[in-house]
């Protein structure tokens, strides 16, 4: 068994890992062999964000020194990753396949000559050696296995796609300074200013492992899908022609002109499954779906279907979930 280790990119928040920088790790830790984590910041991790790495296996965390300049800036970032990348000799690299994750993946292998794979829902070590990556393609109708031929492997693993696990036995990790020589094109831009989002306080819509999806079917009255939300610790998401409708912000939208989730669970309130939503969903693991006309489309890929109104069955569905849970 090889002893290079499997680099990890770690998405942190408010100093700490993110849930799905932890699901990478476990991912990671199911290749055999050392983990090491790199850490984009300006400054370098926390005692708890160190226990927290610790618990998920890691060994060495190396931060790039930035020299003052910002993560957030792709040049940046890929630059610094692949100086981390020559001063390890990782077997891959393993990120996040967020929005900015799948730009620094293909930066990073452009860099380093190899390839990327991103949007993955998995990734093993082969007999042989080499890493095989799964991948859910054409709307989730396929399931491909893809390899990187040459050079170091770079995948982007989706939210969701692997449960988080910490190791056996936490480790106490080394934290080691990596120099970086940036260039002039990731000097080339300044950033004066960066204002986040607001958050509501559930968990984001493509990292849940929950989501309840209102439709049309819903005329607009979120509330009993909101409540159903909250109580399974999800997120709550919407079809376009609600978006459309005003009914819901266009962030909530999953479909082809939305967001791409793969929950463990789906639940579908008032949706019809036209094909330009389900392409954005049909990967979650469990499709329950509720809609008054039985012959609708989401019904074909339900794993649990309910004819009936929205607003008779959700009422019954929060009141035994919760007399369940007070059992």
Known sequence: MTHAPVLVVVDHQDGLPTGPATEVLTAARGLGGPVAAVWLGAAAPGDAARAELGRFGVGTVHVPELDGLAPQLAPVATEAVAAVVAHSAPRAVLLVSTYAGKELAAGLAVALGSGAVVDADGVERRADGTLAAGKTVFGASWQTVCTVTRGTPVV??????????????????????????????????????????????RVPLTEAQTVVVGGRGTEGDFTAVEELAELLGG???????????????????????????????????????????????????????????PEAPIFEIADFGVVGDAAEVLPQAIEAIRRHRGA
């Open 235 to 293: 997120a709550v998401g919407a079809t376009r022609d609600v978006t459309d409708e005003g009914w819901r912000e266009h962030s909530e939208q999953v479909g082809q002109t939305g967001v791409t989730v793969a929950p463990r669970l789906y639940i579908g309130v008032g949706v019809s499954g036209a094909v330009h939503h389900t392409v954005g969903m049909q990967a979650s693991q469990t499709i329950v779906a509720v809609n008054t006309d």
């Open 156 to 201: 982007a693993l989706r939210p969701t796609a692997v449960a988080a696990e910490p190791a056996a036995q936490a480790t106490d990790p080394d934290v080691v300074t990596v120099p970086v020589t940036f260039s002039e094109r990731a000097r080339a831009v300044t950033v004066v200013e960066r204002t986040e989002h607001p958050r509501s306080g």
